[in-house]
Structure formats: structure tokens, C-alpha cells
């Protein structure tokens, strides 16, 4: 189904939706109610009513359901008071997510995840976290589908939750709740600009909603719009040109004790200026001879001040326009069946930016077929039939002269060659454009069996699209053509001149080759050659999910004087395809870059689950209430041919009114997914400096110098890099090789199987009612335990080396191919390609910490302040361990304060409210962080000691967000708000310092103003 028929068969639900005629809308609101907040109208006898309890993690319905997981909840005035335009900004300063896995600040040079927004607990990632619509699946877990302000409340739940809802719910459940029975009309319009001028954001959205047939039904129609502006690397003095690293570029791989002060220099920044590919191009010949086309057209030597500086051309937020649609129907037909539907329809487009790509030969992203070197000689026949060799005549002398043929027995065929690396200025940068389309219906029914019992059951449909286009790609076929030049000596095109360049292949000519002259200086190529090599890449990928489940609930039988057995059962069946297609160019890896596969790939599940609460002793002395549950899924996927089991236990316990103590224990599986089966073949990028030999000595004693040693072509390397002021040598990196210089192959696998996890939680709830001032009081703390199993994914071009060098395992250095010699501006030794496959077993990840919350809220009519009130939000958490272990038999890995894996993160907020006037300050403090274990290693002291791990520290941050708010009148309300109110700026990576540092605010201060009205 294409974008029109998705949109023809989403406005086609939704006007099915809201087909019913409804009644004049409510003009008015009673005079305490808050501007923003909606009014609810009653529910239909046939639906969960106000009494009727459905918390996150369980099914069951009950006047008085309480959780024994964690959940935390996030509601509609929390994320109106922080005055975030997307859910994923909402929700992301929530200290038990991780870092965003996709978000328009940290995806600009992503294929997939351009300007989305995807979301992963306690740092897992978003593939072992399960994203929920009113406890029912998407067909996405795109954030940027879902219509913030249609959203009532996002309930987390921390814990595995996969006998409740089935595959991926290693880690938890975020549950999108929308508003429900709404009457009126609310709308809401804001906009804002950073401190600097600079990334513009504009949005608005509208939510009208009325009852009918005398309130047995209501309707609901939202629409929504956002706009968020590009935001330029060259805007910010931190990212406005590449730096490197003082500290990096002063360490001493085999070990010393100046390493120490390297240490301290991490942070330290120095103009990365030694990327000699720019637009005047790179050329080396086999005689050791490099050379650069000075401006005035004449080849030379590069100069140390001739060098390209990519940043500029990057961006630190993509922009991103998003419209959203949704209605919801609920119709009560009778006192026992309710039937309802909801659709939902989004569309977002976004634009990646990054600097021109660096055309060359001799590489992985080789323009020449085989990586093969440029041939500057080309052999041609005269129409007599005589064989000569002529010179392509845009080759300067100095170079033609300087040029040999290659001593590679593959390659060596009696002409002269060059390997060249020329950044392709004239193409423009690397540039890219995303779509995304998602639409999901649902129809369903539910109501009352009698006895107690209640149903529900629901059929959903949903599609997502992903069409991504790089407008200023290219034909590497058509530019090999063109790059094999001669003179027309012959006159073949009967013009009667003889000197002009041509293209050498008579069928390219005839197809419009034009001659590329790659020895033209900066931008010196002709527009003639560069529309007949442009090409656009284009990859197209489409996910349908359709969805049917129906389950029963109710009591059991009546247990002594606790109250009656509980239970839920229910069926489900789903239906999942996935099909990705890319460019001809890009199947063939012609596009001058990577290359890419087409896939398609289906699976169904088949499962069948139950809940049941028991309580076992009700209102004794000690014993408020006690509670045990149990919950267990059966789920058979038909690709991996058997039936696996998803459980969980649970208990309750208040041993007064105020205090009550919950605990689970779960066992979850995560499915592989479709993508994980069948996607194509892919190539990426990895920086060179992943490389684990860097560094090392012919006497150097590092963990893995030994192996590295033992490869010839290190050795080859380290005794290339031996002078008389480092007689030892060293494996050392080009400005080239410091790229992304390693192509990873990365194969799918069909034979993976799922993974699993382990979650323990045990906590405490304490809301003090029996003492009147603080009855608003709730406190939770809770420990968690997870302990994942069976992980599916590839292993990283430096865990690999480790394993390889360090571990010394023959079957991960196969994975590796080192280049052989020197070719254009990479150095013989170092990676060129690393080969990996998705695996089961790609080790254990262990996460253990305690989460604590307070909530607060209370009148201050006390004080003299009548209609007025506090309240108070805060939530804690503390990492105890966190480690992993990326293969079976390897070492394990510290995770547990290392860049991305905070340690004590905390957020909070206080709120004051009257009927006048709204103040909301809140913060999230981000913690100190320590570069991560493999990285503090490669900074040995002389003695082979390591640094000790508090010199790699890197210190906190805290951020402060403020609104205020004016009511004006019964319908309207003015706000007002500055994000990073003190304009804290982010700490920045330099170049050779890994680590994620997206968790840090990347634009400053930046202010907004809105309107709402509520009729």
C-alpha cells in the first residue's frame, strides 16, 4: 500500500469514526476548572468506569486494583508545565529511561533513525523495551506517531512484563494512555526560539470531543501540528569546527607515565586540522610521491594548512514537521456491550546534514569496480588495429611522472596508476531527506457478562512507512566511466578535433559520458559531469501489524473474608510483515558509499494467557491486606518453530492502611524480529580508532600488544613508524585511517532464537493518609534486578579486536582484514574491513539499582492563600551494578557510571497554582560520568598500571526549566517558559574520546509562549 492508498484507508477509518451525528458542542466550563484541563464526561456502563481500575502490567479490572511492579506515571499537566512540543522531550528527563535511542538531537547521521524518536529503560535500548497504546501494540514504536496532546497520562512500568503483553518487554512497558469521554473543545498553540535566535519551534493542535444518544456515546477528534527548525552545527562555537583531542593525541600507546598528564588533557581541545581530503583532492603513487592541485592549478605536495573541516556542514537538531490525526468513539448499545473504535494518523518529515563525502579509490567506498587503483594510462586500438597506451590528459606531469604500475599480481596489467581521495564538493553535502507515514485502527467491543465478568475484545490494523532519499548520491559505475579519459586522437566523434578529452568506453559515450577531470583543483568539476554521475539514493521501508485479541475477566470465587479470586484469560493473534527496498545502485554497492539489500519477511504468533489475583487475608491486625498474583503467557512464532513461556509472580502486603510492600519476580522473552531474520546485507562506517593496536610498540606491554604483534601487517606498521626519537616504533593511525576507514559488513541470521531476562523488583509504597497534612504524600522506593540472557546483536569492531588480540581467539581475528599496503591516504596495517553476523549469546547484561519517587500536594489556605495549592514531584534512581559480558567466555565489562549509564540521576519539579496564576520550576541532573573501561586502558603507565578511574571523571550537569501561566478569564490560560533557564552548556567529545554524549542539552536556552483555550 503506497502513501495516498495509507492515507486514503486512514481517512477513511476515521471518517468512519466519526460518522455518527454528533450534538452541538459545550460552549462553556464551570468556573473552578483549570483552563487546560479537560472535563470528563461519565463513562458508559459498558466500559471500565471511574471505580474500575487498569493499571499498567496486569489486565484485571477491579474498584481497588493497586501494582506490585514500579510504575510510574507522567500526566497531561506534567507535560503541559514543561512545555515540550514532542512526547519524546516529555518523557525523557524520567530517570529510569536511558539515553534516547533515536531523538532529533541525537539522529542526524543515522539512516533509520533520522529526526525519530524511540525510547529505551534503564539504558537497554528500544529493542527490550515494549511501547504501548492503551495497553495494545503499535505497529511502531515511533514516538513521533503518537499525538502529544491527545496523550492523558504515560505510565512506565519497570519490570519484565512479558507474560502480560508477549515479546519485548525484557526490561518494561511505556503505556500511552489517550484522553477518554472528553466534552468540548481545547486548543492549544506555542511557539519558541532559543537565547541565540535559532531553532525555531511553532505548534498547535485542537482536541474536539461531545457526547450523544443521551450519553451513551461519545466522540472525539484530535489534530495536531508541529514544526521544530534545523539547527546548524556552525551555530554553536563547541560544533562549529571539529577538534581533537589534546590528550588523545598525546598518548603513548606502549606505555608511560606522561600518560597521566594526557589524561588531563582529554578535555582539552586542538583544532582538527589534518584531514588532508579536501575539494583539490589527495593523489598518491606507488613511488611514495603524494600530491595536492595547488590554486594555481600546478601539482604539489599538500601543505600542513590545507585540510577539510566537516563539522560546519552537520547539524545539531534536525528539523522535523509532524502532523497528527486521531479519533476515538465509544457507543454503550446496551447495558452490556460497548462497542468503540480509535484510529490514529501521522506524518512526519525530517533532513539529515553532513559534510561532501570523500570520493576514492583503493578503499571499501571505492569508486573503482574491485577497489582496484586508478588507472591514468588506458590502452587504446586504432582503426588499422593498432594497440597503443595513451595518457589520460588531465593527469598534471608531476604526478603522471611520478606514477608506476601497481605491484598488487592482481591488479598489475602495464599501465600507470594513482590511488586519489578528492572530497566531492560539487555534489553538495551528504544530504538527506525522511518521510514517515504510520497510520493504526482499532475496533473492538466490551462490556458486561454478568456475575462480575466483563470482556473485551479488539481487532487492530496499522502500517508505517519509512521512505529516506540522499539527493546528492552517486553513480559510481557512471563516474568510473568518466574518469577513464583519453585524447581523441582518433576523432571518433567526427568533430575534427584530436586533443579534446573523451570518455575511453565507446558505450558510455554513446550513453552521454561526460569526462571528469578530478585533477581540477576545489570545485573544478565541470556541472556537465556532475548531473551525468549524481544519482539519488532511496530506501523504502514498510511494517503492517494486524492485531486480534479478546480476553474475559472476573471473580473466580469468594476466598474466606479477603475478597473474591480474580482472573483474566485471553487469546491473541498477530500478524507481522516487514519489507525494506533500496536503489539499484545501492543493492549493487555502486552508490559510492555502502551497500544495501532488499528483504521481506513475515511472521504470526499465536498466544494464549492468564492472570490471577488471590487475596489471602484481608483487615486483621499487621495484615491490612495481602495479595499474591501470577500471570503466564504461551506463545508459539511461526519462525522459530516452538512454544515459549513468559511468567510472572507477584505479591501486595499493607500491613496498615499507609505503608504497603510489593514485589515481583518475571520472566520475559524477546522474539527476534523480522528484521533480525531477513534484513539485507548492510555496510556501515566505524572510525579507524576503534582499532585496539593503536599504540602499540615492538616492546610495548599492553593487554593486547602480544597479539597484535603476531600479525604481520601490524608489524608492518609499527616498524613504518620507527624513527631515531622512537626507535621502538609505534601501530600508528593517518589523518585517513582516523575516519570512519573500517567497512563493517553486518549479515542478518536466520537461525537466531529469542532472548530472555530475569527481573526481580521489592519495594515499598508509603502514603500517610491516616495523618490529614500529609495524605497527599506518596513516597515509593523499590529495587530492581534484571538479568539478561541470549542477547541478539553484532559485536563491535573494538570488543571483536579485544577478543582477537587481548583474548587471543583465532575465530574473531578471521573477522578482520587489514590492508596490505599503503593505498591513497591509509597506512598498510591498519583495518579495512570487519565482517559480523546478529547472534544469540552476545553476552549477559546485568542491571541492578534502586528507584525511589515523592509526590506531594497540598492547599495553602492555611497560610492566607485560599484556591491555591503545591505540589511537589521528584523522582531518584541509583545504580548499583551494571555490566555485561559481550560474548560467553569474555571478559566482563564495568557499565555502572561509564558515559551513558548514569549512576544517580534525578529529576523534580514544584508547582504552584491559583486561580489567577501557575508557577512550574523543575530539574534533571545529569551525573558524573568515567570514559568507559576500554578506553582508560589504553592509557598505560610505565609499569604497565593502569590510571587510576576517578583522572577519567567527567563532571555533571544540572538543568532548570521554568513556566508561568496566566488565566484569563474561564477559557483561556497564557503561558509562558525557558528550558535551561541558565543556559548550562554541553559537555563535548572530542574527536577520539568515545562515549555517548547526546545525554547532554546540545542547543542552551531557549524560551517559548503559548496559548490555551478550553471551551
Known amino acids: 500500500m503506497g502513501k495516498r492508498e495509507s492515507y486514503l484507508v486512514t481517512s477513511a477509518g476515521i471518517a468512519l469514526i466519526m460518522s455518527l451525528p454528533l450534538p452541538a458542542i459545550a460552549q462553556t466550563a464551570p468556573a473552578d476548572q483549570e483552563a487546560a484541563a479537560p472535563q470528563a464526561a461519565p463513562a458508559p456502563a459498558g466500559q471500565a468506569s471511574e471505580q474500575d481500575v487498569i493499571v499498567t502490567g496486569s489486565r484485571l479490572r477491579s474498584p481497588t486494583l493497586t501494582a506490585p511492579a514500579p510504575v510510574q506515571v507522567i500526566d497531561s499537566q506534567q507535560i503541559q508545565r514543561e512545555g515540550y512540543i514532542t512526547v519524546i522531550d516529555a518523557i525523557q528527563n524520567n530517570p529510569t529511561f536511558g539515553n534516547p535511542s533515536n531523538s532529533r538531537t541525537t539522529s542526524n547521521g543515522s539512516r533509520q533513525g533520522l529526526g525519530g524518536s524511540t525510547v529505551g529503560l534503564r539504558n537497554g535500548g528500544d529493542t527490550l523495551t515494549l511501547t504501548l497504546i492503551e495497553g495494545r501494540r503499535s505497529v511502531s514504536k515511533e514516538l513521533a506517531f503518537i499525538p502529544t496532546g491527545f496523550v492523558d497520562r504515560v505510565e512506565v512500568l519497570t519490570g519484565g512484563a512479558s507474560a502480560v503483553y508477549g515479546s519485548d518487554a525484557i526490561i518494561g512497558v511505556v503505556n500511552f494512555i489517550y484522553k477518554k469521554n472528553f466534552e468540548g473543545v481545547l486548543l492549544n498553540a506555542q511557539a519558541g526560539i532559543s537565547a541565540r535566535g535559532d531553532n525555531q519551534e511553532y505548534s498547535a493542535d485542537l482536541t474536539v470531543g461531545s457526547n450523544f444518544a443521551n450519553d451513551r456515546g461519545n466522540a472525539m477528534f484530535y489534530v495536531g501540528w508541529s514544526d521544530q527548525a534545523f539547527l546548524s552545527s556552525a551555530a554553536r562555537d563547541y560544533t562549529a569546527r571539529s577538534f581533537s583531542s589534546l590528550g588523545v593525541q598525546q598518548r603513548i600507546g606502549g606505555g608511560s607515565d606522561a600518560n597521566l598528564q594526557a589524561v588531563r588533557n582529554l578535555f582539552v581541545p586542538v583544532a582538527l586540522d589534518n584531514n588532508p581530503v579536501t575539494g583539490a583532492g589527495l593523489f598518491v603513487t606507488r613511488n611514495g610521491g603524494t600530491f595536492t592541485i595547488a590554486p594555481d592549478g600546478t601539482a ?352 501486595e502486603w499493607s500491613p496498615i492502611d499507609d505503608i504497603r510492600f510489593r514485589g515481583t519476580k518475571s520472566y520475559a522473552i524477546r522474539a527476534p524480529t523480522i528484521d533480525n531474520l531477513t534484513r539485507p546485507q548492510t555496510t556501515t562506517f566505524d572510525a579507524g580508532t576503534r582499532d585496539v593496536c593503536i599504540g602499540v610498540t615492538l616492546v610495548s606491554t599492553t593487554a593486547a600488544s602480544e597479539g597484535c604483534r603476531a600479525d604481520p601487517l601490524v608489524m608492518t606498521n609499527i616498524r613504518a613508524n620507527i624513527s631515531a626519537a622512537n626507535p621502538n616504533g609505534a601501530f600508528t593511525l593517518s589523518a585517513a585511517d582516523r575516519g570512519n576507514s573500517i567497512r563493517s559488513i553486518n549479515d542478518p541470521n536466520p537461525n537466531l532464537g529469542p532472548q530472555f531476562s530475569n527481573t526481580l523488583t521489592f519495594g515499598a509504597v508509603i502514603n500517610p493518609r491516616s495523618i490529614n497534612a500529609l495524605r497527599n504524600l506518596i513516597l515509593t522506593a523499590d529495587f530492581y534486578k534484571v538479568d539478561i540472557s541470549g542477547g541478539i546483536g553484532t559485536i563491535s569492531v573494538d570488543v571483536a579486536g579485544g577478543l582477537c588480540y587481548v583474548d587471543r581467539r583465532p575465530e574473531w581475528c578471521a573477522l578482520f582484514t587489514r590492508r596490505p599496503e599503503a593505498v591513497g591516504g591509509f597506512s598498510v596495517g591498519t583495518i579495512d574491513t570487519y565482517s559480523s553476523q546478529l547472534q544469540n549469546g552476545t553476552g549477559k547484561r546485568l542491571i541492578e539499582g534502586l528507584d525511589f519517587t515523592a509526590s506531594y500536594t497540598t492547599g495553602l489556605g492555611g497560610i492566607g492563600l485560599p484556591n491555591s495549592r503545591l505540589n511537589f514531584q521528584a523522582s531518584y534512581s541509583h545504580l548499583l551494578r551494571s555490566y555485561s559480558t559481550p560474548v560467553a567466555g569474555a571478559k566482563r565489562r564495568n557499565l555502572k557510571s561509564e558515559m551513558g549509564t548514569p549512576d544517580d540521576p534525578w529529576s523534580g519539579s514544584i508547582s504552584y497554582e491559583d486561580d489567577v496564576f501557575g508557577l512550574t520550576l523543575s530539574g534533571n541532573y545529569v551525573p558524573r560520568y568515567y570514559h568507559e573501561q576500554p578506553f582508560r586502558q589504553t592509557f598505560p603507565l610505565a609499569d604497565g598500571s593502569f590510571i587510576p578511574k576517578e583522572e577519567f571523571r567527567i563532571p555533571p550537569r544540572f538543568y532548570t526549566n521554568m513556566q508561568m501561566r496566566f488565566k484569563v478569564g474561564d477559557q483561556y490560560q497564557l503561558f509562558f517558559g525557558v528550558r535551561n533557564l541558565l543556559d548550562v552548556e554541553p559537555i563535548v567529545a572530542y574527536a577520539g574520546i568515545p562515549g555517548n554524549y547526546y545525554v547532554y542539552d546540545q542547543i542552551g536556552r531557549r524560551f517559548y509562549a503559548g496559548l490555551r483555550l478550553k471551551m
Open 300 to 651: 604539489r605536495a599538500p601543505l600542513a594548512s590545507e585540510f577539510f573541516d566537516g563539522a560546519p556542514y552537520g547539524a545539531i537538531a534536525s528539523p522535523l514537521e509532524r502532523l497528527n490525526t486521531a479519533a476515538r468513539i465509544n457507543y454503550q448499545i446496551t447495558d452490556n456491550i460497548n462497542l468503540f473504535a480509535q484510529g490514529t494518523y501521522a506524518r512526519s518529515k525530517t533532513r539529515g546534514y553532513g559534510g561532501p563525502l570523500a570520493h576514492q579509490s583503493s578503499s571499501g567506498q571505492s569508486i573503482i569496480p574491485g577497489g582496484a587503483p586508478y588507472n591514468i594510462e588506458t590502452r587504446v586500438v586504432s582503426p588499422t588495429g593498432v594497440v597503443s597506451i595513451v595518457r589520460n590528459p588531465f593527469v598534471p606531469d608531476a604526478i603522471y611522472n611520478s606514477a608506476t604500475d601497481t605491484t598488487n599480481a592482481t591488479w598489475r596489467d602495464g599501465l600507470r596508476d594513482i590511488t586519489f581521495q578528492r572530497r566531492a564538493l560539487e555534489w553538495g553535502g551528504h544530504v538527506s531527506e525522511l518521510e514517515r507515514d504510520g497510520f493504526q485502527l482499532t475496533f473492538g467491543a466490551d462490556g458486561n457478562l454478568g456475575g462480575g465478568w466483563k470482556y473485551e475484545a479488539y481487532y487492530s490494523y496499522g502500517e508505517a512507512t519509512q521512505y529516506h532519499t540522499w539527493p546528492n548520491g552517486l553513480n559510481a559505475d557512471r563516474y568510473a566511466q568518466a574518469l577513464n579519459v583519453i585524447p581523441d586522437i582518433f576523432d571518433v566523434n567526427g568533430n575534427g578535433n584530436r586533443t579534446e578529452a573523451i570518455c575511453a568506453d565507446a558505450a558510455a559515450r554513446a550513453a552521454g559520458c561526460i569526462p571528469i577531470n578530478i585533477f581540477a583543483g576545489t570545485s573544478g568539476i565541470s556541472q556537465a559531469a556532475v548531473d551525468w554521475t549524481k544519482a539519488t539514493g532511496s530506501r523504502y521501508t514498510k511494517q503492517t501489524l494486524a492485531d486480534f485479541q479478546a480476553n474475559i475477566s472476573g471473580p473466580l470465587f469468594q476466598l474466606w473474608s479477603a475478597g473474591p479470586v480474580e482472573a483474566v484469560a485471553g487469546v491473541e493473534h498477530r500478524r507481522e510483515t516487514e519489507l525494506t527496498t533500496h536503489d539499484p545502485l545501492h543493492v549493487a554497492g555502486r552508490n559510492g558509499f555502502d551497500q544495501r539489500g532488499n528483504a521481506y519477511g513475515s511472521t504470526t504468533i499465536k498466544e494464549a494467557y492468564g492472570e490471577v489475583q488471590i487475596p489471602l487475608i484481608h483487615n486483621t491486625p499487621f495484615i491490612q491486606n495481602l495479595t499474591i498474583r501470577a500471570a503466564g503467557r504461551a506463545s508459539k512464532y511461526r519462525q522459530l518453530d516452538r512454544v515459549y513461556y513468559g511468567w510472572n509472580v507477584g505479591f
